[in-house]
């Protein structure tokens, strides 16, 4: 009895811990959300004014 006691103790410790990654893992990704909607508004800000003169990935230069 005693030993099912234990491994009950340790299952429920690991647990609460991989609970506590989870939070800390959700709180990031809520974190980084965040920074990349900045970072998407701030960019559609210079391309409204355009200022952009960044050619990314397939994007056509303005010349062709």
Same mark, same amino acid.
């Given at each position: 009895?005693?030993? /099912?006691?234990?491994?009950? +103790?340790? /299952?429920? #410790?690991?647990?609460?811990?991989?609970?506590?990654? %989870?939070?800390?893992?959700?709180?990031?990704?809520? *974190? /980084?959300?965040? *920074? %990349?909607? @900045? /970072? @998407?508004? #701030?960019? +559609?800000? #210079?391309? +409204?004014?355009?200022?952009?003169? %960044? %050619?990314?990935?397939?994007? #056509?230069?303005?010349?062709?």
């Amino acid at each position: 009895m005693q030993h /099912l006691e234990e491994k009950i +103790a340790h /299952l429920m #410790r690991s647990m609460d811990e991989m609970s506590d990654i %989870v939070t800390r893992q959700q709180q990031d990704i809520d *974190r /980084l959300k965040t *920074r %990349v909607r @900045m /970072l @998407m508004e #701030r960019e +559609a800000g #210079r391309e +409204a004014e355009g200022g952009g003169g %960044v %050619v990314f990935g397939d994007e #056509r230069p303005p010349h062709y």
